[in-house]
């Protein structure tokens, strides 16, 4: 379900996270992987990735997550999907996720289950970056409780 006009917060959240640099985004999303119950997740190299930003290792299951971060109205397609559905073969993972900043095609929808591949869009990493990256006063990451 999209609604037509989301909540202001996500809209900060996300207007933020779309600022950062590729690189300062696998690493967020690696770190908010870590502190929502993946016990590791580490960023690949760059270069060579086949697709694959993090790896990341959640009760005994090796994880492929693709991190596109697009602004709106760019949505992630079914060649995301697949070429990572293939870089999880190479980086010997079992499950795959396509995580982003805004939402996926219907083409991406409906080719992603047979391929095993999750997707997780705008209001999954909202969840998890809100969820994850706050400090002990229960402080977020943009100054909000």
């Given at each position: 379900?999209?609604?037509e006009k989301e909540p202001w917060n996500v809209t900060v959240y996300m207007d933020y996270?779309?600022?950062?640099?590729p690189w300062q985004?696998?690493?967020l999303c690696a770190e908010a992987l870590r502190k929502?119950?993946?016990?590791?997740?580490?960023?690949?190299?760059?270069?060579g990735d086949h697709g694959v930003d993090?790896?990341?290792?959640?009760?005994?299951?090796?994880?492929?997550v693709q991190c596109k971060r697009y602004t709106p109205p760019r949505r992630v397609g079914e060649d995301v999907v697949k070429k990572l559905y293939e870089g999880a073969q190479v980086w010997h993972c079992t499950r795959a996720a396509i995580l982003t900043t805004t939402f996926y095609t219907p083409q991406a929808q409906f080719v992603a289950p047979s391929y095993g591949v999750?997707?997780?869009?705008?209001?999954k990493?909202?969840?998890l970056l809100y969820y994850s990256l706050r400090d002990e006063n229960g402080v977020t990451f943009l100054g909000s409780k």
């Open positions: 379900m999209q609604l996270v779309c600022g950062m640099d985004f696998e690493y929502t119950g993946f016990q590791q997740a580490g960023v690949t190299p760059g270069s993090v790896v990341a290792i959640k009760d005994g299951e090796r994880w492929a999750e997707l997780w869009d705008r209001f990493l909202y969840y």
